[in-house]
T-cell receptor, first 112, second 113 residues
């Protein structure tokens, strides 16, 4: 039972490059979320998705793009990475029946 | 603007002591208040949660106290153990399908043996 996985776990990139962070869940959860975690800010919601092909903005969506063509995958793309996007990114998922969000192990992204 | 304010930022407690972490919110429409526990290098995991129709919820050594009129809630860890050393996040959400969470800034708890 793999649960929710993220790849890569660590990524270093340069300013202006495009980066895609992957999230995969094996539970068939309807909802999926992307958060970023920064010291002094806790976790902040970037985007979320209620189902395949349904996505919506969270608190801090600027500079990010998401898609969800399959229920199990929810990739997050930084189209032109900036240093302010250096962060730890967490993917999460939940069913429509409960409030509990289940988090992946995170991706540490450094933008030089 | 931080929707949920959390304090303290860090906390050091002796083994066997009580750890208390406090959170406050402004939006009276919030109706779900979870606490998440995060160990280094791991994702957050739900520890315990409460809805505003009760004033207290206890699960083992962990208790949430909720004060609706003051718009505050707190996590109490009784008989704190070194294994409880982690970062704790409070959060709040509106009752919608997605239950988007607004997190506090986190408290790093260290329990000294």
């Amino acid at each position: 039972d793999a649960g929710i996985t993220q790849s890569p776990r660590y990524k270093i990139t340069e300013t202006g490059r495009q980066v895609t962070l992957m999230c995969h869940q094996t539970w068939s959860h309807s909802y999926m979320f992307w958060y970023r975690q920064d010291l002094g800010h806790g976790l902040r919601l970037i985007y979320y998705s209620a189902a395949a092909d349904i996505t919506d903005k969270g608190e801090v969506p600027d500079g990010y793009v998401v898609s969800r063509s399959k229920t199990e995958n929810f990739p997050l793309t930084l189209e032109s990475a900036t240093r302010s996007q250096t962060s730890v990114y967490f993917c999460a998922s939940k069913t429509i029946f409960t409030d509990t969000q289940y988090f992946g192990p995170g991706t540490r992204l450094t933008v030089l | 603007q931080q929707q949920v304010k959390q304090s303290p930022q860090s906390l050091i407690v002796q083994k066997g002591g009580i750890s208390i972490i406090n959170c406050a919110y402004e939006n009276t429409a919030f109706d779900y208040f979870p606490w998440y526990q995060q160990f280094p290098g791991k994702g957050p995991a739900l520890l315990i949660a409460i809805r505003p129709d009760v004033s207290e919820k206890k699960e083992g050594r962990f208790t949430i106290s909720f004060n609706k009129s003051a718009k505050q809630f707190s996590l109490h860890i009784m008989d704190s153990q070194p294994g409880d050393s982690a970062t704790y996040f409070c959060a709040a959400s509106l009752w919608t399908g997605a239950n988007n969470l607004f997190f506090g800034t986190g408290t790093r708890l260290t329990v000294i043996p």
